[in-house]
């Protein structure tokens, strides 16, 4: 079989001196000094997340645990800094997608 990469929202902003990133479908957060870090952090969190829902010790709660959300405005700041990007200003917050490979797991 074939690895497929999932695509996922995310949304990372500055907060003071901080960044902090939210991974909106899974409702999971990180912070860190930059932009960088920030997402390289969300992005060990929801693989971690991932693996213990479909292959680890939370599996037989996947059903719940693949269908947490983040806050409603969390999805508007994302839809909103899609917006803001198509018309090409300037913002600080910072949409964008992370993949994560699905690679099928013996069960």
Request: charged letters at 25%; a positive charge.
């Amino acid at each position: 079989m074939k690895t497929r990469d999932l695509m996922i929202r995310c949304l990372a902003k500055p907060e003071g001196s901080q960044w902090v990133a939210v991974c909106l479908p899974f409702d999971l957060a990180a912070q860190a000094d930059t932009l960088p870090e920030v997402k390289s952090k969300l992005e060990v969190q929801i693989r971690d997340y991932l693996q213990d829902a479909l292959a680890g010790q939370d599996r037989e709660h996947a059903d719940y645990l693949l269908h947490r959300r983040a806050p409603l405005r969390y999805w508007l700041a994302y839809l909103w800094a899609g917006t803001l990007e198509q018309f090409h200003a300037r913002n600080s917050v910072k949409k964008y997608k992370t993949t994560v490979p699905l690679v099928p797991a013996a069960c």
